[in-house]
């Protein structure tokens, strides 16, 4: 098995030969921090809000740069603080004000990843409990396919694949998974539940929780009283 330079010094995965190893390209987008997460306001104080929202962050993109099958991790973020955060994770950022809505900034980030054969995609930026393996997985299982990801109800996409060399055709909103699955999209990740368990409200980061927090939200967890684990 090829063995990889470390992937935080370089923003991607590179074999020790100087080839870039093949793998998805994928794109999170994340409002400015005070004003995302409404649902989830008041699960800590006001004055915690955006440091609880920047950790979900953390710790879905530190999990997903590390996931075998991942090349690049490309934040879109409307937020300073956001690129100091991330900053030695091998994760890219773009602070790019003025896009209207999400699937306005997965369309932008998506197209200056977008390569004749590479695939890119959409990862949601609310994942605390995502585990490396889950998201590597979920794309084995896509097999080249455009692909997405149900939540945890069924209703929402919290992984959206396009098909190598394709653009991404970004659907999210009320109703996304049936949404893109009316775009040609098959199901993956069925039975992964740290990669279904996006977090909306104080309700879902208990079940995130459950499946084990992320060490960025796990700094949270006593004051939330709950018990902080952390993902193998």
């Known amino acids: 098995m090829s063995e990889y ?17 093949r793998g998805a390209d994928l794109v999170v987008p994340i409002k400015r921090l005070d004003r995302a997460k409404s649902r989830l306001r ?4 006001a004055d915690q809000h955006a440091e609880l929202v920047l950790a979900l962050l953390l710790d879905t993109v530190t999990a997903a740069i590390s996931a075998d099958g991942v090349r690049r991790v490309l ?9 100091a955060a991330l900053l030695g994770t091998g994760v890219e950022c773009v602070d790019e004000r003025g896009l209207p809505g999400l699937n306005a900034a997965l369309t932008f980030g998506a197209e200056s990843l977008r390569t004749p054969t590479g695939t890119v995609g959409a990862l949601q ?17 896509a097999a080249g396919r455009r692909a997405y ?4 109800p069924g209703t929402g996409t919290t992984l959206l694949l396009a098909a190598p060399g394709e653009p ?11 949404a893109h699955a009316a775009t040609g999209a098959v199901r993956v990740g069925a039975s992964l539940p740290a990669l279904r368990c ?10 995130a929780a459950e499946l084990g927090l992320g060490v960025a939200t796990g700094k949270f967890a006593i004051s939330l009283d709950l018990g902080c684990t952390i993902p193998p």
């Open 5 to 21: 330079a470390p992937a935080a010094a370089r923003g991607r995965r590179v074999l020790h030969d100087g080839c870039v190893d």
């Open 149 to 152: 990801c149900a939540d945890r």
């Open 75 to 83: 934040v879109v973020c409307e937020d300073e603080r956001v690129p």
């Open 198 to 207: 996006d977090v909306d409200t104080e309700n879902d980061l208990g079940m």
């Open 168 to 178: 991404l055709h970004p659907r999210f909103g009320p109703g996304s998974a049936d």
């Open 125 to 141: 930026a609310d994942l605390p409990a995502l585990r490396p393996a889950d998201l590597s997985a979920a794309i084995e299982e």
């Open 42 to 45: 008041g699960a800590v104080r």
